[in-house]
């Protein structure tokens, strides 16, 4: 037990270390910049429990669960297009075709291919999209994690609508 306030400590350190590294941007395209904030975090602790007599075993198994429980969540709640939604409606009642107005102004194809740029995926060549060398080594993992080249055709055809092509 007299471990558990370091972990404690340690995770709410994590996590708003996190928020801070990530400035603004959406975990998944800035996740190296949490990871080293959860890896730098658990490192110290670590170090901690290596000076104990026992526990780092155990502390090591908890710190990766409790990085992908912070991840799920964080990646989830800022993703969900309901809590978008309900959010939206936090501010006055509206019907269905102002509220989805108002969500396209807010988080819209263009908000998207912005943060698409932000995060360097992107790039913008004049008046047009390329994709990045960054941009490409993240299609190569997720075409090798699919097990395809290439992706479906109703995947190009959201993606052509996402970049309003």
Not at 129 to 156: F, M, Q
């Amino acid at each position: 037990m007299r471990g558990l306030l370091p972990v404690l400590v340690g995770l709410a350190l994590a996590s708003v270390g996190s928020e801070f590294a990530l400035r603004g941007r959406k975990v998944q395209t800035a996740l190296g910049s949490a990871l080293l904030v959860w890896a730098a975090t658990g490192g110290v602790l670590l170090f901690w429990f290596f000076t104990r007599p026992s526990g780092w075993g155990s502390f090591s198994v908890f710190w990766s669960g409790a990085f992908l429980a912070w991840f799920g969540v964080r990646s989830h709640v800022e993703s969900s297009i309901l809590l978008r939604m309900v959010y939206l409606l936090g501010r006055g009642p509206k019907n269905a075709e102002e509220l989805l107005e108002e969500y396209e102004r807010f988080y819209g194809s263009q908000q998207r291919v912005e943060e698409l740029v932000r995060s360097g995926l992107l790039e913008r060549r004049g008046n047009a999209l390329a994709v990045t060398r960054k941009g490409r080594t993240v299609l190569l993992v997720a075409r090798a994690l699919r097990g395809r080249s290439a992706p479906a055709s109703n995947e190009a055809a959201r993606s052509h609508a996402l970049l309003g092509r």
